[in-house]
């Protein structure tokens, strides 16, 4: 059975991260059996700090230490490296309670290495294939998920607030997704909304409005904190109204 891959993006600053790391914590309590993997694809690595967790190597380290190889023209060696890419992203993964987790990393380095990004890319594919959910938080932009995560998304789930430039990015993001990205389904989320009477006005085209989740303290709070999002308490707005986003879309 093929997994359930949700991948968030919008513009910077609208509350991907915190919005991801709920979807995780959702996930793990209403499926416990089942496997789930949160993929850090922003290169700050905010999930992990979310989840509380400490990832030791992310892809992007495993990428750079190929590419090291063969700029120093050690061929053999940087193609082992790839042959063992495959276990070293294994390695990579880090075990919870309830999911896993998975670091891109850094921008990647100057340069063209298509072939080596290409398969660790289908690596990634790989790995994914093996859980039930994943769930990407990923930087502004579609290009960065489609070039070094994966090419095929089940559910794509655009986050944005109430600004022109939010609903702006979406939209564009929507357009490229349709060239760049399969996907099954497309959805907004319209995050941290202080005043709700202004929903009325928001024009979000031919995306299909999933939810909005009013500005919660709680959140907040957690951010400024570092806390772990995983022990966020089930009452919150943010959790209430993301579960009804999630079954609208029929992801959960």
Same mark, same amino acid.
């Not at 059975?1 to 991260?17: C, F, N």
């Not at 082992?80 to 990579?92: D, G, H, M, Q, W």
């Given at each position: 059975?093929?997994?359930?891959? /949700? ?11 915190s919005i991801s790391a709920t ?20 290169? =700050? /690595? ?18 750079? +230490?190929? /590419?090291?190889?063969? *700029?120093?023209?050690?061929?053999? $060696? ?5 042959? &063992? ?14 999911f896993a987790f998975l670091a891109?990393?850094?921008? &990647?380095?100057?340069? #063209?290495? #298509? ?9 990634? *594919? ?10 990407? $938080? ?22 944005s607030d109430v600004s022109r430039?939010?609903?702006? @990015? ?5 357009? @490229? =997704?349709?060239?760049?990205? &399969? ?22 085209? *031919? ?27 089930? $009452?919150?707005?943010?959790?209430? &109204?993301?579960?009804?986003?999630? +079954?609208?879309?029929? @992801?959960?």
């Open positions: 059975m093929e997994p359930t891959i /949700i991948a968030l993006t919008g513009k910077g600053g609208v509350g991907k991260t979807i995780v914590k959702i996930l793990t309590e209403r499926y416990p059996d089942k496997k789930i993997l949160a993929i850090d694809a922003d290169p =700050a /690595i905010g999930l992990a700090t979310a989840l509380g967790v400490t990832p030791k190597i992310t892809l992007n380290d495993i990428r750079s +230490e190929i /590419i090291e190889s063969v *700029e120093n023209g050690n061929t053999k $060696d940087a193609m082992e490296l790839v042959s &063992e890419s495959r276990y070293k992203i294994f390695e990579a993964i880090v075990q919870r309670d309830g891109i990393g850094r921008p &990647e380095a100057q340069g #063209c290495y #298509c072939r080596i990004n290409s398969y660790l890319k289908n690596v990634i *594919e790989m790995i994914s294939s093996q859980f039930d959910y994943v769930v990407i $938080d990923g930087e502004a932009g579609i290009e960065q998920i489609n070039r070094r995560v994966m090419q095929k998304v089940t559910h794509l789930l655009l986050i430039k939010g609903i702006e @990015v979406i939209k564009t993001i929507r357009e @490229v =997704a349709e060239e760049m990205v &399969e996907f099954d389904r497309v959805g907004v989320l319209l995050n941290r909304i202080e005043d709700m009477s202004v929903i009325n006005e928001i024009n979000t085209g *031919e995306i299909e409005l999933l939810g909005v989740i009013p500005r919660d303290k709680n959140i907040l709070h957690y951010d400024i904190g570092g806390r772990n999002f995983m022990e966020l308490p089930n $009452d919150t707005d943010v959790v209430l &109204e993301l579960e009804k986003a999630l +079954e609208k879309f029929n @992801v959960i």
